[in-house]
């Protein structure tokens, strides 16, 4: 079974400046790790993802996560925030077996103030 | 990218009367689509994998028999919410996977959900 937890319901940051969105994650296999952004009303947009290629994965928009297994983590970043990026994040994880589920995380609310 | 569209975006109903939500990739056949629900502020639960000509299979605590689903198609799904309540007033979101990649559960496209409210 696998699980993630975001830690921090709320984020807010100044324009321009780092966006760190936590996510931990549990898993009994090896993981698929997912970063997924939502838009008020809208569906969800992918990110990037882990699929135990590269450690570093660099998504759309200039996000950017690691994932590390000693730290079970896999955080999201961003050097420079902009208003654009102001939505609801999602990290979620699934198994590396190939058809499998994912299970998402309660997301955290990215807040930019100007 | 795929894409795969929602059908309303939103529907207000009454309470007691049912509701299809239609799901459909538009440029790719997807064998596996699944429905999500979400509620105000909260993450997206798995409700359902729907697979192409077989039954859906459920997640635990979900009833079957008001949440009829239907993949007919490779390229549609549909979600029934039946006799509903005020309760089942949610987001509902589908995704659908890209079949035969190496690498599947990296190929789930989502919809762009659909907004439920029952009087």
């Known amino acids: 079974a696998q699980s993630v937890t975001q830690l921090g319901s709320h984020v807010s940051v100044s324009e321009g400046a780092l966006v760190l969105l936590r996510c931990n994650y549990s898993?009994?296999?090896?993981?698929?790790l997912f970063w997924y952004v939502q838009y008020p009303n809208q569906g969800l947009q992918l990110l990037l993802k882990?699929?135990?290629?590269?450690?570093l994965v660099k998504g759309i928009n200039g996000f950017e996560a690691e994932f590390k297994k000693s730290e079970t983590s896999f955080h999201l970043t961003k050097p420079s925030a902009h208003m654009s990026d102001a939505a609801e994040y999602f990290c979620?994880?699934?198994?590396?077996?190939?058809?499998?589920?994912?299970?998402f995380g309660t997301g955290t609310r990215l807040t930019i103030i100007p | 990218g795929a894409v795969v569209s929602q059908h309303p975006s939103w529907v207000i109903c009454k309470s007691g009367t049912s509701v299809k939500i239609e799901c459909r990739s538009l440029?790719?056949?997807?064998?596996?689509m699944f429905w999500y629900r979400q509620f105000p502020k909260q993450s997206l639960m798995l409700m359902a994998t729907?697979?192409?000509?077989?039954?859906?299979?459920?997640e635990q605590g979900v009833e079957k028999d008001k949440f009829l689903i239907n993949h007919a198609s490779l390229t549609l799904s549909t979600l029934t919410v039946t006799s509903a309540h005020p309760e089942d007033s949610s987001f509902y979101i589908c995704?659908?996977?890209?079949?035969?990649?190496?690498?599947?559960?990296?190929?789930?496209?989502f919809g762009p959900g659909t907004r439920l409210t029952v009087l």
């Open positions: 979620a994880v699934s198994g590396s077996f190939g058809n499998e589920k994912l299970t």
């Open positions: 995704s659908a996977r890209v079949p035969w990649s190496g690498s599947s559960t990296d190929t789930q496209y």
């Open positions: 440029d790719f056949q997807a064998t596996t």
């Open positions: 729907s697979n192409e000509g077989s039954k859906a299979t459920y």
């Open positions: 898993s009994s296999v090896p993981p698929y």
């Open positions: 882990y699929t135990s290629a590269a450690t």
